[in-house]
């Protein structure tokens, strides 16, 4: 595979499906045995899936001794309690789960999360040994009236509020422009590096330039396998968080397997 300018910075890609609310148990146990036989020789990038909660067990399995890691889509701050309908870090660390999603724009916007509540969240969940994928990303309107910078630089700010330099190695960021979540509409390679690059700098300002150099920042919204090349050969895209085309292991595969 060609080298390309990211590799020098020792930032090993992270090609991660999120599943959202789809699928079953023995849906989830088909795709996620696929996808760990069609990953066998895969030794240079990350893999990661992310189900819902009553798919993690059977997919934990299927995946066990893979390269092949498990997410979730979400947590609750609470180490435990009479919080109906939540799940806690440690729950998810005893399916075993690696890493877990936080902020998605979904829980944002249909389920109003607010920047203080991504915060406890990711601040728990790295507490108790899980890897953290934060997601920020703007509307269309903070877009068109030219606030993205502003509003990535606040979900970041207080997304990581208290988190420690130290901690970070666990912390990947995901840049998912909410108007390209499922609309076939993608951000440029090159839109997609702009804003990657400014969030690489806010990193720099909150924490030090080293570890703003060193951490994964994934681009989602809309990858499919005729954009995931293209984004990929990218500089400061370091892997993709994939929605609909992580639903199946043809199209997910050929993500995973991006050439640049
Ligand atoms: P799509 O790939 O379906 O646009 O979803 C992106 C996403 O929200 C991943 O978290």
Known sequence: MPRKEREVTMRRPLMAGNWKMFLDIPGAGKLAEELVSGTKNVTDRDILVCPSFPLLSRVAQAVEGSAVQLGAQN???????????????????????????????????????????????????LKQGLRVILCVGELLEEREEGNTKRVVKRQIERGLDGV????????????????????????????????HAYIRTVLSTKFSKTAASEMRILYGGSVKPENVDGLMAKANIDGALVGGASLKSESFLRIIKFET
């Open 75 to 125: 947590l609750y701050y609470e180490e435990s309690g009479v919080f109906t309908g939540e799940v806690s870090a440690a729950m998810l660390r005893s399916v075993p789960c690696s890493y877990v999603i936080v902020g998605h724009s979904e829980r944002r916007h249909v389920f109003g999360e607010s920047d203080e509540l991504v915060g406890k969240k990711v601040a728990s969940a």
């Open 164 to 195: 420690e330099e130290a901690a970070l190695e666990d912390v990947v960021v995901a840049y998912e422009p909410v108007w390209a979540i499922g609309t076939g509409k993608t951000a440029t390679p090159k839109d997609a590096d702009n804003v």
